[in-house]
């Protein structure tokens, strides 16, 4: 069992930074990969970033590939997103997510196979 919390979202200007952050909660959660997916109105949820269980892989959508950073500390028991030089097409809501399947689990970019969410966190870009 995992629990999640995201915090961090808000209004930025194009060009801005915002760093979000994820409170996790359960017995496995250094052990497991972690996730951060987005949604925007309209459309459906889309990966955005993963993490191995030591932080020593990470997998990025090619449109944030280089703009956005995956990290976690698990003896804050937090995974973190950095998201820099921000456009109007990143506005969405923002989800962490944790996927129960051990130390070896792959860093897959569905949606179904993640195990726990987030109530999630707003972005907003303007122009």
């Known amino acids: 069992q995992v629990q999640l919390v995201e915090s961090g979202g808000g209004l930025v200007q194009a060009g801005g930074s915002l760093t979000l952050s994820c409170l996790a909660s359960?017995?496995?959660?250094?052990?497991?990969?972690m996730g951060w997916f987005r949604q925007a109105p309209g459309k459906e949820r889309e990966f955005v970033a993963a993490?191995?269980?030591?932080?020593?892989?990470?997998n990025y959508r090619d449109s944030v590939r280089g703009r956005f950073t995956i990290s976690r500390d698990n003896a804050k028991n937090t995974v973190y997103l950095q998201l820099n030089s921000l456009k109007p097409e990143d506005t969405a809501v923002y989800y962490c997510?944790?996927?129960?399947?051990?130390?070896?689990?792959?860093?897959?970019?569905?949606?179904?196979?993640?195990?726990?969410w987030g109530q999630g966190t707003q972005v907003t870009v303007s122009s």
């Open positions: 997510s944790a996927k129960n399947d051990g130390p070896l689990a792959e860093l897959t970019t569905t949606p179904a196979r993640y195990d726990y």
């Open positions: 359960g017995r496995t959660f250094s052990r497991d990969v």
């Open positions: 993490i191995s269980w030591n932080g020593g892989h990470t």
